[in-house]
């Protein structure tokens, strides 16, 4: 396991966690739920940085590089694409919605792993 695969676990899971609590407890889009989109698109940014330097610096990856970098442009676009949604949906279920952004990235970057290293974690 990788430190960087910890932080998103991490991430992700806190997500989760705020999320399902806002859909029981609001009636409309929390803010917290909003932030929580935006820490796992800031961890995705970041970790799409790490693996461009690691490769820049000559560093391979076990799986393709065309599936890897579609992995993480597609997970990149999830948080935007939800928090659009949400905008756009004012309902307590929103919230919910919001939830699955951070069980999907999570498997992402669980294959991400796979990818990179060639094994399952």
Not at 8 to 31: E, F
Not at 70 to 77: D, E, F, P, S, W
Request: aromatic share 14%; proline share 2%; charged share 10%.
């Amino acid at each position: 396991m990788t430190v960087m695969f910890l932080i998103g676990t991490l991430v992700c899971a806190l997500s989760v966690v705020v999320c399902w609590v806002m859909t029981a407890v609001r009636d409309h889009p929390a803010d917290s739920s909003i932030i929580s989109l935006g820490l796992i698109e800031l961890y995705l940014i970041v970790y799409a940085v790490y693996a461009g330097i690691r490769q820049a610096a000559g560093a391979s990856i076990t799986g393709e590089a065309w599936e890897f970098w579609g992995y993480i442009v597609t997970a990149l676009m999830l948080p935007v694409g939800v928090f659009v949604w949400a905008m756009i949906d004012k309902t307590r279920w929103s919230n919910l919605v919001m939830s699955f952004v951070g069980l999907v990235v999570f498997v992402m970057i669980y294959r991400l792993e796979e990818i990179w290293w060639g094994s399952a974690l």
